[in-house]
């Protein structure tokens, strides 16, 4: 399932967080934007990221991720609008494979958007694949890579101009791919 441009609110809206900056301008900017238009917002939260990072392991898999987004939109009544930025697009990309008739569209704000059997890691260059490994080799005990301003630069930013808090999905789940016909029937 491919996304389109599309306006960016309709019936329902499922957004995964993964990071404490994506709930803010969650929060913060389109929230308001879906209340206005009387829309029905629902955010969970990814095991082991955003506010339950305290339950991030080495077990935590993309897998459990696109459950985490599925369980959501399991509940909802009428077909949803899936949202996701940066690694959500990888769970949303899941969950739209595994639920396809309770999807109106996917909606890549910012995101990874996998092609079959591919993983975040087959989506970066090389050597932000290759910074990775080295953090969670050298900080992470081989698979966590916790946040901070010493990744900015990855992304062209600046000290001052964002923060990066907590910690990122875990090695696991950058090196999972998304494999339709096998993982998520």
């Known amino acids: 399932m491919r996304s389109q441009p599309v306006r ?8 995964p967080c993964a990071r404490r900056m994506a709930v803010q301008w969650y929060v913060g900017i ?4 879906a209340a206005k238009a009387r829309h029905r917002v629902i955010t969970p939260i990814l095991r082991g990221l955003g506010m339950d990072q305290s ?9 459990q991720h696109i459950e985490d987004v599925s369980t959501e939109l399991a509940s909802v009544g009428n077909k949803a609008v899936l949202v996701g930025h940066s690694y959500a697009g990888m769970a949303i990309s899941g969950a739209g494979e595994s639920h396809p008739t309770k ?3 996917l909606i890549f704000l910012d995101a990874f958007i996998p092609e ?18 080295n953090v969670a080799r050298e900080h992470g005990d081989g698979w966590r890579l916790p946040g901070g301003e010493g990744q900015l630069d990855l992304w062209g930013l600046k000290p001052g101009e964002a923060h990066v ?9 950058r090196d999972q791919t998304i494999r339709n016909d096998e993982q998520l029937g």
């Open 8 to 15: 960016l609110f309709r019936h329902v809206d499922i957004r």
């Open 116 to 133: 079959d059997a591919q993983c975040v890691m087959d989506l970066l260059p090389p050597q932000i694949c290759a910074f990775f490994r």
């Open 165 to 173: 808090q907590g910690s990122l999905p875990n090695l696991r789940c």
């Open 55 to 63: 339950h991030l392991t080495s077990d935590v898999t993309l897998l």
């Open 30 to 33: 389109a929230d308001p934007f």
């Open 103 to 105: 999807i109106q569209r």
